[in-house]
């Protein structure tokens, strides 16, 4: 099996073969902020990565979606069309329902950040 050649960048932007211990590191400038936080922040901070309200606000609306187009583009009986009816309503309110939950959930997620942001700026 041929051996790949591994190429750097050097300064400049040219591109040249890699020597096999040659390692060069460019420093790009950026700032890097460290915050102290509590277990229950960051457990507010965590819990809006696994929000489930969210997955079942877009469970929702998907479901909504498929039925709303059903009942526009398909002729049903009666009984069929008074069921997807009955099931479309209810996604509607359960997809504003956990779509509510899901915007609170944020917002208090997004009020715990901005309390870590500014309790750095107390201490400093």
Excluded: W
């Amino acid at each position: 099996m041929a051996k790949a050649n591994k190429l750097t960048v050097r300064s400049g932007g040219r591109i040249s073969p890699a020597i096999p211990a040659d390692v060069q590191v460019i420093e790009h400038g950026r700032d890097i902020h460290m915050y102290k936080v509590t277990d229950e922040e960051l457990d507010t901070l965590a819990r809006g990565h696994h929000s489930l309200n969210l997955f079942f606000f877009s469970l929702c609306i998907g479901a909504l979606m498929i039925l709303f187009v059903t009942l526009l583009t398909i002729t049903l009986t009666d009984r069929i069309f008074a069921t997807f009816i009955a099931l479309t309503c209810v996604l509607g309110i359960l997809g504003t329902y956990f779509g509510i939950k899901a915007c609170i959930e944020r917002r208090a997620i997004n009020q715990g950040i901005k309390q870590i942001r500014e309790s750095r700026e107390v201490s400093t």
